[in-house]
């Protein structure tokens, strides 16, 4: 299952989601009628009145329909708190596990090599390394959490870095990478948004309960009478049964769409790293220990684990995930029944993983790579893993330890937008030394190595530079940003690969910083956005070609390509970049299918000549950022 497919299956299950969670809100509204019934025909007039006419003549409509709008007026605030809170990212819900941030530039070997195996995996799938967070937690255990690839984190718990070796890392990391792109993560989040608003219900009746028993004593030591108050104590306490109503429909939804995504992971994870024992082994350690989260909130977030983390009644009746002797014999079939309890010698899992790398970097692809690509989204394989080692091994190490701190990192990006021409230059370096005399000097030592560096290591180097840039503060990021565009405008022009450089960088940070948000998806045809796609199209092909004809040429074989024959190639002068920024906005908007449509278009367009370049590749990168669609490597 593809990256289309799985999105359009992600979606799918959205609806039963939502299926189930009105269900789930109708059963407590009827609930919670019932019981309130109860109580008022319980005390009415401070006497017991359980006859059955004194119950009926209080449930009479307009009590109904008031209890119903309150009680759904707390669910739908309550998932609307809830959903907004996770709104920021994924980062909210490490934090909220007692996750610590690892620095890009740390030096401890665990969380090094835990750093490469990401960028690894992040590379190969073609899109900026998500952070990565480790929780202090002995269980061996590891999550991915946000709502896209753009804000996504990955969580590992200590217990999983102490036990685990390299393949069994790669292979778990793979796994949680299989979440990113199949949807998993924003529906996860979804999950925890919705189901906060069912448990309110219950959360209240338990404060209830804590506020007015211990009113009630005190009233009672001092010899005063309780009006009242037993029937506001046997609300809390119905209140909290119909929570616990609530907590069983919750457990219920995330067993019903857990159980066989995580068995997806799984397969992905063995597709990526063609290396079942790595995930095996994985699983075969967290048998022999545990995969425990002993944090205040590990329950909320019990779906998002790579294994069970949570191992109370409820967990084990509605498990989140498949048992773990299933999951192993499903990767190894082969597997004898044992566990790993602890660390055996490395040789075990010694592969010759060089013999199978791509020892250079292509400067050029060609189409079919490129649509295969494409189609492969999400299904990142082993000599992708492969390449992207070899990349990471091409760049200077200079530059890779630059890459891997915020300040650093910015002057990196400056280096790679420094301009030729000596007169710009000289203003740009007056740019940059306005900003800070030390970010000045960084600049200068990073431009001594990417004079040397190979074209096609931009981009990869660029993803790096994003993933460090994600840990500056909101103030340092439009400080960067402000710079940025006044090195791109230092020659009073922008030429297509600055406008590439400002999206690659700029349309991912703005979402995390909470400069822009993603828009909402209302596009469903070409039709709809016709005007602004053909500007985007004739845009691209001018830029590829000098003659009119040719750039009408590869206008239409892009259009013929989706089979749009209603547009037409726009010959007359545009003003490329300013237009270019309002037709992206429109282009945004439009649904997965659609925006697949445009990518598709503009690999036609780039590629009209015959082969894509590494700058082609860099625009290309651009537009899929833009799109938010990842591009990853080609492999084979």
């Known amino acids: 299952m593809n990256y289309f497919q799985a999105q359009a299956k992600a979606k799918q299950t959205s609806l039963l989601l939502i299926v189930i969670f009105i269900v789930g809100v109708i059963s407590i509204i009827l609930l919670t009628n019932i019981f309130i019934m109860l109580v008022l025909s319980s005390y009415q007039g401070n006497e017991i009145l359980l006859s059955q006419d004194s119950f009926l003549a209080l449930f009479d409509s307009y009590t109904f329909f008031s209890i119903s709008i309150a009680v759904v007026a707390t669910v739908v605030l309550g998932s609307l708190y809830k959903l907004r809170e996770l709104s920021s990212g994924g980062h909210v819900v490490a934090e909220a596990l007692g996750g610590k941030l690892v620095p890009r530039d740390t030096r401890d070997a665990k969380y090094r090599q835990l750093l490469n195996v990401v960028d690894e995996m992040a590379i190969a799938s073609g899109i900026a390394a998500p952070p990565v967070y480790v929780l202090d937690e002995e269980g061996i255990n ?21 036990s685990f070796e390299r393949e069994e890392l790669q292979g778990v990391i793979a796994h949680e990478f299989s979440h990113i792109f199949n949807g998993d993560m924003r529906l996860n989040i979804r999950i925890i948004g919705l189901l906060h608003g069912i448990l309110l219900i219950g959360l209240i009746g338990r404060e209830i309960l804590n506020t007015f028993g211990r009113s009630r004593r005190i009233r009672s030591g001092s010899g005063k009478k309780n009006d009242g ?6 609300l809390g306490a119905g209140l909290s049964a119909i929570g616990f109503v609530g907590t069983t429909v919750g457990e219920i939804i995330k067993a019903l769409i857990s159980q066989q995504r995580e068995y997806l992971a799984d397969a992905s994870a063995v597709q990526f790293t063609r290396y079942p024992l790595g995930i095996a082994n994985a699983l075969r350690k967290i048998g022999a220990k545990s995969s425990s989260i002993k944090s205040s909130s590990s329950s909320i977030y019990s779906h998002l684990y790579f294994a069970d983390g949570v191992s109370d009644f409820w967990d084990n009746l509605f498990s989140t995930h498949p048992k773990l002797n299933d999951r192993i014999l499903r990767i190894y079939p082969r597997w004898d029944g044992s566990y790993i309890s602890k660390k055996e010698p490395k040789n075990i899992y010694k592969r010759d993983d060089k013999s199978q790398r791509k020892e250079s970097v292509v400067e050029a692809v060609t189409t079919a790579a490129i649509l295969s690509a494409m189609e492969q989204i999400g299904e990142a394989s082993e000599p992708r893993v492969n390449q992207a080692v070899s990349i990471l091994e091409s760049i200077p190490n200079s530059l890779k330890g630059m890459s891997e701190n915020p300040l650093t990192a910015q002057a990196v990006i400056f280096a790679l937008l420094c301009s030729a021409d000596a007169k710009v230059f000289s203003k740009q370096m007056k740019s940059i030394e306005s900003y800070s005399e030390m970010l000045l000097k960084h600049a200068q030592l990073a431009l001594m190595s990417v004079e040397s560096l190979k074209r096609e290591l931009y981009l990869p180097l660029l993803k790096l530079c994003i993933t460090s840039l994600k840990m500056m503060s909101v103030a340092q990021y439009k400080l960067f940003k402000k710079c940025t565009q006044e090195l791109v405008d230092a020659d009073d022009k922008l030429s ?3 406008w590439s450089m400002n999206h690659l960088v700029f349309t991912q940070l703005d979402f995390v910083f909470g400069m822009r948000k993603i828009p909402k998806e209302k596009y469903s045809h070409i039709g709809a956005i016709r005007e602004e796609i053909t500007i985007f199209i004739s845009i691209l092909a001018k830029e590829q070609k000098s003659d009119d004809s040719a750039a009408k040429e590869a206008f239409d074989s892009a259009k013929n390509r989706v089979g749009a024959s209603s547009l037409q190639y726009m010959s007359q002068d545009l003003d490329t970049y300013e237009l270019l920024e309002q037709v992206v906005l429109a282009l945004q908007s439009a ?46």
């Open 229 to 234: 108050q037993g029937a506001i104590i046997m």
């Open 591 to 636: 649904k997965i299918g659609v925006r697949k449509k445009v990518l598709d278009m503009a690999i036609a367009t780039l590629e009209h000549d015959g082969l894509i370049s590494s700058q082609d590749f860099e625009i290309l990168n651009a537009t899929s950022s833009i799109l938010r669609l990842p591009l990853p490597l080609m492999g084979e």
């Open 142 to 162: 590891a999550f991915a959490a946000g709502l896209s690839f753009d804000d996504a984190v990955i969580g590992v718990t200590q217990g999983a870095l102490d």
């Open 496 to 498: 297509l690969f600055e």
